[in-house]
């Protein structure tokens, strides 16, 4: 049974990091794509970036770009996402995912096939 667990969320003040840890178990990654996604209050789940846990290649939106930094620690298993001078507006659950090969977008809920049950990131001002 695959299982994806979210870890390292908190509460922080605006400017400070984080390190959000997605651990994966039950089967073989290793053609996967792994991706964040985070949902505000009222908003809907929003693609952050994504990593290919076969060669590493990094994938992040624009919101994400120059801040957020996606790796991932082959012998863990694990994901992780590093967030920079983080703002009041980063504020959200972000939730690991993981999608199988061969899909023709890396950005969308829709083409995920398992979730991890999130985390919550909440920025102060």
């Known amino acids: 049974q695959v299982q994806l667990v979210e870890s390292g969320g908190g509460l922080v003040q605006a400017g400070a990091s984080l390190r959000l840890s997605c651990a994966a178990s039950?089967?073989?990654?290793?053609?996967?794509?792994m991706g964040w996604f985070r949902q505000a209050p009222g908003k809907e789940r929003e693609f952050v970036g994504a990593?290919?846990?076969?060669?590493?290649?990094?994938y992040y939106a624009d919101s994400a770009k120059g801040r957020f930094t996606i790796s991932r620690d082959n012998a863990k298993n694990t994901v992780y996402l590093q967030m920079n001078n983080l703002k009041p507006e980063d504020t959200a659950v972000y939730y690991c995912?993981?999608?199988?090969?061969?899909?023709?977008?890396?950005?969308?809920?829709?083409?995920?096939?398992?979730w991890g049950q999130g985390t919550q990131v909440t920025v102060s001002s």
């Open positions: 995912a993981a999608q199988g090969w061969g899909r023709n977008t890396i950005a969308t809920t829709e083409s995920y096939d398992y």
């Open positions: 990593i290919r846990w076969s060669g590493g290649n990094t």
């Open positions: 039950g089967r073989t990654f290793s053609n996967y794509v």
